[in-house]
């Protein structure tokens, strides 16, 4: 059950003065070379170095191609496409092809051919534009971000995000971006993305992002795909990440446990949020009890700040307290004592557990105070009220019978009158610590004595228990 998963309102309020810590942007890109048609990416320098193109599956003989320029102007969030302005953009348009109808010359934005082949021309298309080598080293919980249209034929006529952690040997996809709103014009609505990169991009020196678009010859929809301003930003590196463990999750009403703090990057201040404990925040670092009062289950808080920022992390449903079987009773039947009904029994005489005395019922071999302790499915357990049991010389309960030890033959005598007369018997003997060491059945005879040996029993305290028509006489016998 263990997870390896009081705040004064001065400290609590400078707590709140640590901002969030914001993703910085350690690399952009925003394509802005200055061409207004034609100029294809394969090739195209900045300062980040230099993008290329791979085919990456079947090319027809005019395949579109990825164009930078601003025959497919960038807009702002919301915007629709637009003809060129003064923002140039990475896209994928139509080469020059003699049968085009639509934009012969090529480059018209994010304006594709789509097909069908005619006369030889086929526009099949599987290309990656592919980044310079982009550095992330001291660089954690990288986000990639920027601005984008698309449409196309369905999965026919796609565009995926991928990336590579070899300098482009090998390519993994990392994800594939919903198609775009189309607007009233019929061009396509320029929309954000944001995706995190999984953590094998982190605190590497051979990162690469490639946008893959493909399509077949067999007609499509306007617009192809169309990216601006790519940026990927992470937090600062020195950002605390909350982590926490707990002594135990799982308890019953009233337990107490502890809190132990794992957070990262060396915190220095700590807020803890537990509702339903007892106490319900904290600014320790480590919280060694914390007590649950009432059942329900209930999450746990941790914020954790630095010079950096602060770092929350927020288990819910991370603390689950059962309840504690009803306070159960004890009852007494003839010698017998009886529990209420649980899951599982220990007896106690004082305050020392009774070995092997672990049913429902017990039958005391010495005088003292009794209680049961219960427990349910859960592992909660109760106490029982006490009883004082002051002599069990005094259970007797059938007239009539007498249960004596001649100690000089070692031997147990059952006597009986008329009334018992073959009647079907049965004898329990109990050590002192209420274990069953024998039991036998025989029928009484009021004409003569029931003797049974105790010579083979080792010396000390026996209980005799003797039931006859569902009556138990019992007596403590002294070897």
Known sequence: MPKSYLLTTCLFLIQ?????????????????????????????????????????????????????????????????????????????GSVPCTLCLVCPNGDCGATYNAGPILLGEDPTT??????????????????????????????????????????????????????????GSGQGTWTDYTFNLPTTCDNISNLKIGLRWKNNANAGTDPSFAVDDIELSSLPANLPVAIFSASDS????????????????????????????????????????????????????????????????????FITVHPRPTQPTITQSNDTLICSPAYSYQWYIGIVAIAGATSQTYVPTQAGQYFCLISDSNNCSSGSNVIVITSVLSFTYIKGVTINYDSNMEEMIISANNPLANSLSQIKLFDANGELIAKFSFKLNSHSDKRISLKNKPKGVYIVGLTVDGKTHSVKIIK
Request: aromatic content about 10%; some cysteine.
């Open 16 to 92: 709140l003065c640590f901002l969030k810590a914001q993703p910085v942007v350690f690399w952009a890109e925003n394509f802005n070379n200055g061409c207004t048609a034609n100029c294809i990416a394969d090739g195209y320098s900045s300062a980040n170095g230099t993008w290329s193109v791979t085919q990456t599956g079947t090319n027809g003989n005019v395949a579109n191609d990825w164009f930078i320029s601003c025959s497919e102007n960038g807009e702002a969030t919301g915007a629709c496409g637009a003809g060129c302005g003064n923002n140039a953009t990475l896209h994928v």
């Open 126 to 183: 599987d290309k990656r534009v592919q980044s310079p080598v982009i550095n992330t080293l001291g660089k954690t919980g990288i986000i990639l971000n920027f601005r984008y249209i698309e449409n196309g034929q369905g999965a026919n006529d796609d565009a995926t995000v991928e990336y590579s952690v070899d300098a482009g040997l090998t390519w993994l996809l990392l994800s594939n971006p919903a198609k775009t709103a189309i607007c």
């Open 250 to 317: 799982v308890l019953c009403e009233t337990s107490c446990i502890g809190f132990t703090d794992l957070s990262t990057n060396t915190p220095t201040s700590w807020a803890w949020s537990l509702p339903g404990g007892q106490p319900d925040t904290s600014n320790l670092q480590n919280h060694s009890q914390v007590c649950y009062l009432n059942y329900g289950t209930y999450p746990v808080t941790l914020t954790v700040s630095n010079v950096s920022g602060s770092g929350t992390t927020t288990y819910t449903s």
